[in-house]
């Protein structure tokens, strides 16, 4: 038989765990803005955080109780609504990215960054800072010199 018409991942887990893992990549991913996963998880995440800035574009209470019912974590609930929203502005999709960092060392499975495409970061800001700076060339003195001057 073949998978003709069968959306979703199950990466070996039954529907109860599966449901729990997504929940928590999906705060993890609202709260800190980044996280580190297998690329298969990150693919199947990147769907379902499209599926929640969409719902919560409106900023009702309705679009609040009802992404409370899926992530079951109000902080999360509130900095979807509150700040991502506002970031992403006019975007109808593609809010996260996915950058490879290689292999894992124990069973080769291929790990992901998935972050948002806005990400404000004080790390950013702060290599910003430090890239425009020029540093100020060091003095080099040298003992030779003191000595042939006697």
């Known amino acids: 038989?073949?998978?003709?018409r069968i959306n979703g991942r199950k990466l070996g887990r039954n529907t109860n765990q599966r449901k729990a893992l997504f929940k928590g990549l999906l705060n993890s991913l609202i709260i800190?803005?980044?996280?580190?996963?297998?690329?298969?998880?990150?693919?199947?995440?990147?769907?379902?955080?499209?599926q929640l800035v969409t719902?919560?574009?409106?900023?009702?209470?309705h679009a609040r109780r009802l992404l409370h019912a899926f992530l079951g974590n109000k902080s999360s609930v509130n900095k979807l609504v509150d700040d991502?929203?506002?970031?992403f502005g006019q975007r109808q999709s593609g809010f996260t990215r996915v950058t490879k960092l290689g292999l894992r060392r124990?069973?080769?499975?291929?790990?992901?960054k998935l972050e948002l495409v806005d990400k404000s970061s004080p790390d950013l800001k702060k290599t910003q800072k430090s890239t425009n700076s020029p540093k100020k060339p060091t003095k080099k003195t040298s003992k030779t010199s003191t000595k042939s001057s006697k």
């Open 106 to 112: 124990g069973d080769n499975a291929q790990i992901v």
């Open 55 to 61: 719902k919560a574009k409106p900023s009702t209470v």
């Open 32 to 50: 800190q803005e980044e996280l580190k996963t297998t690329q298969t998880k990150a693919k199947a995440v990147q769907r379902l955080f499209d």
């Open 84 to 87: 991502l929203i506002k970031r």
């Open 1 to 4: 038989m073949s998978r003709h």
